[in-house]
């Protein structure tokens, strides 16, 4: 055999390797065999390539010289075009790594660097904002959604055919009932309204004239009767003559907010054609279905909070009413709450309702980015002394918004007080124990200012 440069280890066990080959045993577990496998503390690899980014991971190069003698090479069985000095660089290479790890060195120990988890080197801190834990009232809300009505609509519809002349009010305008909305063009009811009144004039005078006569005896009976009655029909045709005039100025039915304009000037209508849609937008009113076992705690005149969907604006309103009957099928009860005065709402908006179902006046609340979850419990980390945390588990209560309720800690022997400071920003990032440091005001960018509203 051709002298590598290696010894070759006389007594060496043998056992079989990956896919049935020959691998050589070392007693300090490394061994080299180019056809076959390599095993390394009791690891074995079927090929250099499953080997090499195992162990070039490190530096385990510094023992290479007192270990090359701990390992050996078995080139028996070589085809030619695999004869040592064709592989003398790669095994050098691969000596050099296997060498490394057939090292008996302490734990911690790599080499020259002094680098590596074991080391001496000191735990980095992790930035966090802190803020305090208080007593403050918080509610137990129940929250669903709803859409806002007005409990007066009306469509005002045209009375009377025409032209639309002049519009007066548009959409948004605040209206009172019978204020005129729109002009219709109106020649041929004047017409006809002065013609009436000339023919009613003339029965009124004949009637006058034929009661005079016939109560000398000089008329008939069917004479007064037919003068009667064409004076009666005359005076039925003026008034219908005046309300055809009337009605070509259309004329608000109700109170309330023009909602939507369906014609333009020049437009041609006729009886029943829709003009405008208005509204009564004080109070605006929202049905909802609740649960019946929350309808226990509800009453009339109770507070709610209403939070448009879209644009996030608030709103206070009322109950109403409380239907006296449970839906069977829902099993739940009929809930009219009321938004009075101006609240910036609309008919057809989507609400959030939050309705306040039980108040705790002094609880302890945290905010609620300083929870973090661990399956189905809840912890939280404080602030301790020289800059570590303390992981405390704790069981929550009421919810509000931002704000979560302290119920106790999990554990009777901790305690939280009011005025602790835990942790509200980086609080996945830790675990107990871990080295924190505070981040200065306006430190963080845009998670800075989320941490000084939670805390």
């Known amino acids: 055999m051709q002298d590598s440069g290696f010894r070759i280890h006389p007594t060496l066990p043998r056992n079989t390797g990956a896919g049935g080959m020959d691998c050589i045993l ?7 065999h180019p056809a076959s496998c390599i095993r390394v503390d009791g690891r074995e690899y079927s090929n250099t390539h499953d080997f090499f980014p195992y162990y070039l991971r490190g530096s385990r190069s510094a023992r290479i010289k007192n270990t090359l003698k701990e390992c050996t090479v078995n080139t028996r069985g070589f085809p030619k075009s695999l004869q040592l000095r064709h592989l003398v660089p790669f095994l050098v290479f691969l000596v050099a790594l296997v060498g490394a790890a057939c090292g008996g060195g302490e734990p911690g120990d790599h080499g020259g660097n002094g680098a590596g988890p074991e080391g001496d080197q000191d735990e980095p ?40 002349e002049r519009l007066v009010v548009e959409e948004g305008d605040r209206v009172g009932a019978g204020q005129a909305l729109a002009y219709l063009e109106d020649e041929e009811q ?12 003339k029965a009124s005078r004949d009637f006058a004239r034929i009661t005079g006569l016939h109560d000398r005896g000089l008329s008939s009976l069917d004479e007064y009767e037919a003068s009667r009655t064409t004076a009666e029909d005359s005076k039925h045709a003026l008034e219908l003559a005046e309300l055809e005039l009337s009605r070509t100025v259309i004329r608000a039915p109700i109170a309330g907010v023009v909602v939507t304009r369906h014609l333009d000037v020049g437009a041609t209508v006729s009886d029943g054609t829709p003009v405008y849609d208005l509204a009564d937008l004080d109070p605006l009113y929202a049905d909802i279905n609740i649960p019946e076992r929350h309808v226990t705690r509800l009453e009339a005149g109770q507070e709610v909070l209403l939070t448009a969907d879209a644009t996030r604006k608030e709103a206070s309103a009322i109950i109403e009413r409380i239907a006296p009957s449970v839906d069977p099928a829902t099993g739940t009860v009929k809930v009219t709450v009321a938004v009075e005065g101006d609240s910036g709402l609309r008919p057809g908006a989507f609400v959030r309702v939050d ?24 912890h939280l980390y404080r602030l301790a002394d020289d800059d570590l945390v303390e992981q405390i588990e704790v069981v929550l209560g009421f919810e509000s918004g ?20 835990v942790v509200v920003l980086g609080a996945p990032a830790l675990s107990d124990g871990a080295k924190v440091r505070i981040m200065e005001d306006g430190e963080g960018g845009e998670e800075s200012d989320t941490g000084d509203q939670a805390g």
Do not use: F, K
């Open 355 to 378: 309705i306040v179902t039980d108040t705790h006046e002094d609880a302890l609340v945290v905010s609620r980015t300083a929870l973090v979850a661990e399956g189905r419990r809840w």
């Open 125 to 164: 801190a992790i930035s966090v904002r802190v803020g305090a834990v208080s007593r403050e009232p918080i509610s137990s809300l129940y929250s669903t959604s709803a859409t806002l009505r007005a409990d007066r609509q009306a469509t005002v519809i045209a009375r009377t055919r025409g032209v639309v």
């Open 190 to 201: 004047v017409i006809a309204a002065a013609r009436a009144r000339s023919n009613e004039e």
């Open 402 to 421: 931002e704000w979560v309720e302290i119920d106790h800690p999990a554990d009777d022997a901790v305690t939280i007080s009011p005025g602790d400071n």
């Open 26 to 32: 070392h007693p300090a577990s490394c061994v080299l």
